[in-house]
């Protein structure tokens, strides 16, 4: 997943922390159900927003600042909508379902301007 938002240095202590392997990472598809998605791999996406999340435990734009663009703002707003009214998620399966709609969100307007 290609995001803006997430900074380097997090993503390297995540991969130590979480240990997704990489073939796992490439062969992801963000059509896939959170539940069908192994658990180190929703905590390392969860572990990438760490620094966003709020004390509500809720991704922050506030805290996302200017590390996320407009349109990436634009879609995560509609990404919050979707999830944080929700209150039962397994570990970590907020972050990968904040990241997996910001992806997809991502993918659809790509597509949209090679038509």
């Not at 073939?23 to 992801?28: G, I, S």
């Not at 999340?53 to 979707?82: R, T």
């Amino acid at each position: 997943m290609m995001v803006s938002v997430v900074v380097s240095d997090t993503a390297n202590e995540c991969l130590e922390i979480h240990k997704p392997k990489h073939a796992e990472l490439e062969a992801l598809s963000p059509t896939t159900p959170a539940a069908e998605i192994p658990k180190n791999i929703k905590c390392y996406a969860q572990c990438l927003l760490r620094d966003y999340i709020g004390k509500d435990n809720k991704l922050s734009l506030q805290q996302i600042g200017d590390k996320a663009d407009l349109q990436e703002k634009v879609i995560l707003e509609h990404c919050l909508a979707v999830y944080d009214g929700m209150s039962t998620f397994a570990p970590c399966d907020y972050g990968y379902l904040i990241l997996q709609c910001l992806t997809l969100k991502i993918e659809q307007k790509k597509s949209q301007l090679l038509q």
